[in-house]
């Protein structure tokens, strides 16, 4: 699998809702939402495209979208696809048109709930021929154990699970440079 770099990978962002947030107990919430800002700023800020979804948004639960990737990427927001239900996001027309429209065949995915939507939404990526990495800080679910099993199929099927400490030093391999500073300010300056 070739190196990801900024300039040939694209980020998306599935199901971080208020709903299926407050259901995480596999990790720290924050820890979660807080990279979340990190991927939806560093698609924002560094010009990464940014494809960011959700599912039954209209209902009471899962609910919206956590309102920090509005405020961090307003444009990715706007563009959102909204899905119906579906597990594997790109059994819907939409939201596989959008990641096509990227021109990026490296993924770097993170998602609500890690055994689910996050799991399912993977699969249909390696199944359209992308390479896959999984920011794992930036996922949950309701219990670790169901993280790990998800993981451990996840890299059985080839994804590379990762954590966003991780891929910020793989995306920006010379955190001196101007791109490399503003990175890693946007990771460490973005907590909540």
């Known amino acids: 699998m070739e190196k990801f770099t900024p300039h040939n990978a694209a980020i998306l962002?599935?199901?971080?809702?208020?709903?299926?947030?407050?259901?995480?107990?596999?990790?720290?919430?924050?820890?979660?939402?807080?990279?979340?800002?990190?991927?939806?700023?560093?698609?924002?800020?560094?010009?990464?495209?940014?494809?960011?979804?959700?599912?039954?948004?209209?209902?009471?639960?899962?609910?919206?979208?956590i309102k920090d990737i509005e405020e961090?990427?307003?444009?990715?927001?706007?563009?959102?696809?909204?899905?119906?239900?579906?597990?594997?996001?790109f059994d819907d027309a939409g939201f596989e048109a959008a990641v096509k429209a990227?021109?990026?065949?490296?993924?770097?995915?993170?998602?609500?709930?890690?055994?689910v939507c996050l799991f399912h939404t993977v699969e249909g990526a390696l199944k359209e021929g992308y390479n896959v990495q999984v920011v794992s800080d930036g996922c949950g679910s309701s219990n670790p154990m169901i993280d790990q099993i998800t993981f451990d199929r996840l890299r059985g099927m080839g994804v590379i699970v990762t954590g966003a400490?991780?891929?910020?030093?793989?995306?920006?391999?010379?955190?001196?440079?101007?791109?490399?500073?503003?990175a890693r300010a946007i990771k460490f300056g973005n907590r909540i």
């Open 165 to 182: 400490n991780m891929l910020l030093a793989e995306l920006y391999t010379d955190l001196g440079t101007a791109d490399g500073a503003r």
């Open 72 to 89: 961090l990427a307003p444009k990715a927001y706007a563009n959102r696809i909204r899905r119906g239900g579906t597990s594997n996001s």
């Open 13 to 65: 962002l599935i199901d971080h809702q208020d709903g299926l947030v407050s259901g995480i107990s596999s990790q720290d919430k924050k820890t979660v939402v807080n990279n979340v800002r990190f991927l939806a700023r560093l698609g924002n800020d560094m010009n990464i495209p940014l494809v960011v979804t959700s599912s039954g948004e209209e209902k009471a639960w899962p609910g919206r979208l």
């Open 102 to 115: 990227t021109g990026k065949k490296n993924l770097i995915v993170a998602g609500l709930t890690t055994d």
